[in-house]
């Protein structure tokens, strides 16, 4: 009896009060209604909205999956916007992310000057996608653009952003200077995480420091590589503001964000065939980011 009734008084302790019960409802609840709110309740309106016909205005008209099949089939613009938001995340993938992880990876050997290159690399993820597309017109302007100046007075100076061979590969360098930054910041709070141990043990079976990164180093940094894989599809499935700011997403630059902006908003009010486009974007979204978990889960389980 002795030990069982510390044990009563402890989980009589431990039972909420009244007022306890609305400090959690009241912290909890709001910010689940907001959630709601903002972000399931459009989305579930959106997927509603896709099957209709509305201008905003008038009356919603049931139109069932004709939205979609005129996505598909009948509006030119639709294809090599999703081409391009493909190119984009393998963009971003493939070279952004890596070398995000490079920079990580050489800032935690404890370079000269390391504080400053951290501080320097992570400035543009303070910057929004559109004041990076202000710059990127500013450095790649025709007549004005520092790059054009620089390379001397021409007859035909480069037309970086209104030529359609080459505007999309400029803006996803410039998309990708800002989530280099984020990457790197991800990845160097992963490396410090690391237990030292781990390398000096590595280095004691003669392993060399590549070596050492990728059997010892980078296995561990498994919940990063969660946190950048999602995050990178995100970037490059929602990326919008920054063609946006440059020429309105036209001329080469269209993505499936701006073809949802331009049925939304304006003289069309094509609200439910946009909404159809925004529901294949969010298909496509969550298809990458719940495959992607799904992969990285099952491995860490195996492990």
Do not use: C
Not at 256 to 272: K, Q, W
């Amino acid at each position: 009896m002795a030990l069982t009734s510390p044990r009563r008084a402890r989980r009589r302790l431990r039972r909420y009060t009244r007022r306890d019960l609305v400090v959690l409802g009241v912290l909890l609840g709001i910010p689940v209604l907001l959630d709601l709110a903002i972000v399931w309740g459009p989305t579930l309106a959106s997927i509603g909205l896709s099957f209709t016909s509305w201008d905003g205005v008038g009356d919603i008209h049931w139109v069932g999956t004709d939205n979609y099949r005129n996505l598909f089939t009948n509006y030119p613009p639709f294809w090599p916007a999703a081409r391009h938001n493909v190119l984009w995340l393998l963009f971003l993938g493939l070279v952004a992310t890596p070398f995000g992880l490079l920079l990580a990876v050489l800032i935690d050997r404890g370079v000269r000057f390391s504080r400053f290159y951290q501080s320097t690399i992570y400035l543009p993820v303070v910057l929004s996608l559109a004041i990076v597309g202000f710059i990127a017109q500013l450095i790649l302007g025709t007549d004005q653009g520092v790059v054009n100046t620089i390379i001397g007075p021409r007859q035909s100076p480069i037309d970086w952003l209104g030529d359609s061979d080459l505007n999309l590969w400029m803006m996803m360098i410039a998309a990708s200077w800002r989530h280099t930054g984020y990457v790197m910041i991800l990845y160097l709070a992963g490396l410090k995480s690391v237990d030292p141990a781990l390398k000096e043990a590595a280095a004691i079976d003669g392993a060399n420091a590549r070596q050492t990164f990728f059997r010892v180093v980078f296995p561990t940094l498994r919940p990063v590589n969660v946190i950048v894989g999602v995050i990178t599809v995100i970037e490059a499935l929602r990326a919008f503001d920054i063609v946006y700011a440059v020429n309105k997403g036209r001329n080469g630059l269209e993505l499936l964000s701006v073809l949802i902006t331009d049925n939304i908003i304006g003289e069309a009010g094509r609200i439910g065939f946009g909404s159809a486009i925004a529901v294949v974007l969010l298909t496509v979204s969550l298809g990458f980011i719940v495959t992607f978990l799904v992969q990285e889960l099952r491995g860490a389980r195996e492990r």
